[in-house]
């Protein structure tokens, strides 16, 4: 998690963004207003996200936003987090006002945000995840991270249009690639996990274990009034896993998260250009319920 070192000082190694990251989307979901905001503090990285005035987003320090990330191999080793460009920025900023990050562009107009951002390691170097030094020399990555978020789609309102698109650098190939494609963390009371039955159209209760699975994930209170998960079309290369659809539920820091993973791994370096498109759906339960059924229906075979 993300969370795991946040008593670390707010180490001053970012230099000062030359792009604001302070901008805001706004729409009407289900005929209640959605606002979404991103900050300089997170490059750009979504902050907030409010539906009807209730807020969706548990941000804290530079690892528990709306984001997306990377794990990767160094020369073919492979430890989770130890090498690990993230969009908002690294362990080390902490709480602090600034992001390890780089933003490099943004744009927020007619429901639309366009971000371009060079992404921090998650650790310095020198440190340790799980027993693990960290595999990267610098602060930040040569690793690039492009997304375009809209309010909506034709036919659909209780959704977010969202395409994200790493480049990697030509000088560190990669054979183990995993893509973090899109995480939310989301206050403790959206403690109901559920997934999308395609066969049936229903949300389905998961058991509570920490993971991924097969199916579209879906976060809500126990009212139902209030919900957000992730569905995506995307599919990997023909003989790599099947996405994963992941919740996990972290008790000391009182915070929860989906998150949609994709994982690549072959002998010959990878290729240095990677595209998801999701779709993020918000609102009440059977909001999402209902738009994870038509995007099933509307992809299905693809």
Request: charged share 20%; hydrophobic share 40%; proline share 6%.
């Given at each position: 998690?993300?969370?795991?070192?946040?008593?670390?000082?707010?180490?001053?190694?970012?230099?000062?963004?030359?792009?604001?990251?302070?901008?805001?989307?706004?729409?009407?979901?289900?005929?209640?207003?959605?606002?979404?905001?991103?900050?300089?503090?997170?490059?750009?990285?979504?902050?907030?996200?409010?539906?009807?005035?209730?807020?969706?987003?548990?941000?804290?320090?530079?690892?528990?936003?709306?984001?997306?990330?990377?794990?990767?191999?160094?020369?073919?080793?492979?430890?989770?987090?130890?090498?690990?460009?993230?969009?908002?920025?690294?362990?080390?900023?902490?709480?602090?006002?600034?992001?390890?990050?780089?933003?490099?562009?943004?744009?927020?107009?007619?429901?639309?945000?366009?971000?371009?951002?060079?992404?921090?390691?998650?650790?310095?170097?020198?440190?340790?995840?799980?027993?693990?030094?960290?595999?990267?020399?610098?602060?930040?990555?040569?690793?690039?991270?492009?997304?375009?978020?809209?309010?909506?789609?034709?036919?659909?309102?209780?959704?977010?249009?969202?395409?994200?698109?790493?480049?990697?650098?030509?000088?560190?190939?990669?054979?183990?690639?995993?893509?973090?494609?899109?995480?939310?963390?989301?206050?403790?009371?959206?403690?109901?996990?559920?997934?999308?039955?395609?066969?049936?159209?229903?949300?389905?209760?998961?058991?509570?274990?920490?993971?991924?699975?097969?199916?579209?994930?879906?976060?809500?209170?126990?009212?139902?009034?209030?919900?957000?998960?992730?569905?995506?079309?995307?599919?990997?290369?023909?003989?790599?896993?099947?996405?994963?659809?992941?919740?996990?539920?972290?008790?000391?820091?009182?915070?929860?998260?989906?998150?949609?993973?994709?994982?690549?791994?072959?002998?010959?370096?990878?290729?240095?250009?990677?595209?998801?498109?999701?779709?993020?759906?918000?609102?009440?339960?059977?909001?999402?319920?209902?738009?994870?059924a038509a995007l099933t229906q509307e992809f299905a075979g693809r």
């Amino acid at each position: 998690m993300k969370a795991w070192l946040l008593l670390l000082p707010a180490l001053v190694f970012a230099q000062a963004p030359t792009v604001s990251g302070d901008a805001e989307i706004s729409g009407t979901v289900g005929g209640k207003p959605l606002v979404i905001r991103t900050t300089s503090r997170l490059a750009g990285a979504i902050d907030s996200l409010k539906w009807a005035g209730v807020e969706f987003i548990d941000s804290h320090d530079h690892g528990r936003q709306l984001q997306s990330a990377i794990n990767a191999d160094v020369d073919g080793v492979f430890h989770i987090e130890c090498y690990n460009p993230t969009e908002a920025g690294s362990v080390v900023d902490a709480l602090g006002p600034k992001s390890t990050s780089r933003l490099e562009f943004l744009s927020a107009k007619d429901g639309v945000l366009t971000t371009r951002t060079r992404m921090a390691y998650w650790l310095a170097p020198g440190m340790k995840s799980h027993g693990h030094v960290a595999q990267n020399t610098a602060l930040l990555s040569n690793h690039v991270l492009n997304k375009q978020v809209s309010i909506g789609r034709p036919g659909m309102d209780h959704v977010l249009d969202y395409k994200v698109t790493f480049d990697l650098p030509d000088d560190r190939p990669h054979k183990v690639l995993q893509f973090e494609a899109l995480t939310g963390y989301m206050p403790w009371s959206f403690s109901e996990e559920l997934c999308f039955d395609a066969k049936t159209e229903t949300l389905v209760p998961l058991p509570r274990q920490n993971g991924e699975q097969r199916n579209p994930v879906v976060l809500s209170t126990p009212s139902g009034n209030h919900a957000m998960g992730v569905f995506t079309p995307s599919r990997p290369p023909a003989g790599q896993p099947e996405v994963g659809y992941g919740r996990f539920k972290f008790d000391h820091d009182k915070v929860v998260k989906w998150n949609c993973v994709f994982r690549l791994q072959q002998t010959e370096p990878i290729q240095a250009h990677h595209s998801f498109q999701l779709y993020v759906v918000i609102g009440t339960r059977e909001d999402c319920r209902r738009t994870l059924a038509a995007l099933t229906q509307e992809f299905a075979g693809r």
